[in-house]
């Protein structure tokens, strides 16, 4: 399916802030954006996500990310 609008993004990817979905765009999510519209497609976003979440991260194994 199509998203139509920023908004309609934001909520297929369950609410990014915009610093994220700038990170996200920088790292090559596929969205059109004329005018200041944005315009995309649900599979095009999963398969990007299916290749961003497989990229390796350099971690602290005593300390894995968000852990305290």
Not at 10 to 16: A, N, S, V
């Amino acid at each position: 399916g199509i998203l139509d609008g920023k908004e309609e993004v934001r909520e297929f990817l369950k609410g990014p802030g915009d610093q994220k979905l700038k990170k996200y765009l920088e790292s090559g999510m596929p969205v059109l954006i004329e005018n200041g519209r944005w315009l995309a497609h649900k599979e095009n976003i999963e398969e990007f996500f299916k290749t961003y979440t497989r990229q390796k991260v350099k971690v602290n194994p005593d300390k894995m990310p968000g852990e305290k």
